[in-house]
């Protein structure tokens, strides 16, 4: 095992739903820490995200690209970064399906300019020695799982099967190669879906929740048969933080909820707890679910075997999907304004 020690922390991607929950969370787990957050602040991006953590001393934001390499050169090499947690990265695949130059630009390029960056302060002009930069990827690059099929681990070949996944796995292929051929000391993570606090209101869960108290349809592609393994953000945060500083160098680990679901099934869910806690002047939050056509290439199931990262770290993920659900349900019921920021 490769012992990590953080002093100086540049996120990028910091402003985003994973991000901004695990700026929150490093900065609360090691009160020593320096945390830099790097975001472009996209329509991904918000710093009302960042509200707990934008006062602290601790924690900077810097607004700008990643794919500007004389600002993450100046950030690197200006300031006594020992390591990258690498979140920045185009993440929605209809998007990438109805425009996906841009999921090349940020998540191949700009991964490129900061591995550059970091090779050339950290191996050039240092010595290398307790520095890390952890890539934050998906299951996503693996492609699709039919029901029967065992569940992807680290050792699952790549077959990415959308713009986003495919520039995620290029991505996971340049952060491998700058280890393998430069030396640069990396670690990495797969994540399954996450949901939880701040999450866009475009992604699923959150417009379940959105449609259901505006009492519009609840969109659900297909017949809502597709299968994906949910992870509560903070466990997914959690994770990271434990690979980035025990990981092994140069290893991925596969972080997952163990929590498959149907679509279908997690949208009845949400119902039934809207149902509990506001409930509709007449009839079910369930009489909103409508079938709309299904995404292209729409991938079937998506499952992690996280048993090495169990085995290795002793991380298993805290929350229950029944736990995590309502936990987040909770949370958008109390911060309205959030979906007012992405109408």
Known sequence: MTAHSPKSMLVTGGAGFIGANFVEYVLA??????????????????????????ENPRHDFVKGDITNRELVDELISGRPIDTIVHFAAESHVDRSISGPAAFIETNLVGTFTLLESARDAWLTKGDGKDVRFHHVSTDEVFGSLAESDPAFNERTPYSPRSPYSASKAGSDHLVNAYHHTYGLPVTMTNCSNNYGPYQHAEKFIPTVIRSALAEKPIPIYGAGLNIRDWLYVTDHCEAIDMVTRRGRDGQTYLVGGRSERRNIDIAREICGILDELRPRASGKYTDLLTSVTDR????????IDCSLIEAELGWKPRESFASGIRKTVNWYLANPSHFERHA
């Open 296 to 303: 292209l290439g729409h991938d079937f199931r998506y499952a």
């Open 29 to 54: 787990a090691d009160p020593t820490l320096l945390v830099t957050t790097l975001d472009a602040l996209t329509y991904a991006g918000s710093l009302d995200n960042l509200s707990s953590v934008i």
